[in-house]
Structure formats: C-alpha cells, structure tokens
C-alpha cells in the first residue's frame, strides 16, 4: 500500500516548502500546485487524500478550484485563508470544505487536522448505519442511504451538515455541549474559535426549512435536537 497523498494549492513557495516539509516528516508524499489552474489539471490525472488549497490565488481563486475539482473528483479539502471573516467560512463549508485554518498557522496543527480529515474519510461508520431511518413530521434522514428528505423532496448538504444533523438525531432530547459536538463530528479536542460549529448549525438549519426548530440553541451549554 503506497503512500496517502497531499496536494499543496498556494501560490507562495515558502508555505508549500513548509507544508511540504511537515507532511514528509508526517510520512505523507506531498505534490505542489503554485495556483488553481495547475491544481485542476493535477487532479485531472492523479488521485490524493486531501487537499489543502489557498483561498487568495491569482487567476482561480481556492473557491473556484474547489468547485472546478469537485466536479470529477470527491477529495477532501482543507483551506488556507489570510481571512477570517464569517463569509469566507460560510462559502468554504457550503462547498463542502472539510476544514478551514486561518493564517497565519502553526504546521503541526495543520498536519494534525490532515491526519483527522483522512482517518475519518476512511474509516467505515457502522455507527450512522444501525439505525436506519428516524421520521419526525415531513423530516426523513436516512443513515443507510445518507439520504435526508423535508416533505418528500430531497436536501443537498455538505459532508459536516451531514455528519452533524446524524449525530445530533442518534442523541435527540440529549443536551449538547459545544466541545461534545465539535469533538465527535469534527474528531479532535476543539480548539482555536468557536464560529466553525455556529457557521455550520446555521447551514444546517437553513438545509432543515421548516423544521429548523427540531435544533434548539441552550444558551451557555450548546444545543439540542427535539422533534
């Protein structure tokens, strides 16, 4: 069995040199894209097991390389950013980014998060599959099929909405807390700020409609699905 790959998407040598540094130490191969354009053709031609891509990029910006790559590719992506704003975030997790680090970053944070983001991409989840269909009101979630329907007609989410609306249904009426959430879905001990869960509850309750109420915020603890 051959190496896991990583694609390095910035357009600064130095930060690719670093990554690249850190992921070779980590035992990882590491292939280098200096902008989106090149990271779309790479990936036309070759296989990795996530990608990290830089959101500001001259010409294709990480966005659109995302999109441009998820069009015949499912990789797992983490982004780079020299921004932290809200929209940033929103846009990366509605186009079903895995992770999103602000610069400036620490290396071995960033390999950390890879090593999370390609376990849990290949580890099976028997978990999401025992039980097989929950049904409150005209909301339908699937965990066999990975399906989740809102009266009948079926709802595109990302990968954490996903991950999130399961976990929250196998432990509905059970209060959350904050770390509980982001420990099991995001899969190590939170750290940094605490936007990434907020920006993805409010993705997920828009995904729900009408049936946005089964997700209940508790102030100063962290939420809880009732349906």
């Known amino acids: 069995m051959g190496k896991e790959r990583i694609l390095v998407v ?5 930060i690719r040199k670093i990554i690249r540094k850190y992921g070779e130490f980590e035992g990882y191969e ?3 894209a200096k902008d989106g354009m090149e990271a779309v053709g790479i990936c036309k031609k070759e296989d990795f097991d996530v990608i990290i891509l830089d959101v500001m990029m001259p010409e294709l910006d990480g966005f659109s390389t995302c999109r441009e790559i998820r069009k015949t590719k499912d990789i797992p992506v983490i982004m780079l950013s020299a921004r932290g704003e809200e929209y940033d975030r929103i846009h990366g997790f ?5 992770d999103y680090v602000v610069k400036p970053f620490s290396p071995r944070e960033l390999l950390m ?18 039980r097989d269909i929950f049904e409150a009101e005209g909301l339908k979630v699937d965990f066999t099929g990975r399906i ?3 009266d009948g007609e079926r709802v595109e989410m990302t990968p954490k909405e996903y991950e999130l609306l399961f976990y929250m249904v196998r432990n509905r009426n059970i209060a959350l807390s904050r770390e ?4 099991e879905v995001w ?3 939170y750290f940094g700020d605490d936007r990434t869960l907020d920006t993805h509850m409010k993705l997920l309750r828009s995904s729900l409609g009408k049936y946005r109420d089964f997700i ?8 809880r699905f009732e349906a």
């Not at 998060?113 to 025992?130: F, T």
Request: glycine fraction near 8%; charge should be negative; proline fraction near 2%.
């Open 30 to 32: 590491v292939v280098e």
């Open 180 to 183: 509980k959430l982001i420990t």
């Open 113 to 130: 998060r890879v090593n999370v983001v390609i376990s849990r991409n290949k580890k099976d989840r028997p978990k999401e599959e025992e």
């Open 187 to 189: 899969g190590y001990d």
């Open 148 to 150: 989740v329907t809102v």
């Open 10 to 14: 910035d357009d600064e040598e130095n």
């Open 94 to 98: 509605e186009l079903g980014i895995d």
């Open 216 to 223: 209940v915020t508790l102030r100063g603890v962290g939420y």
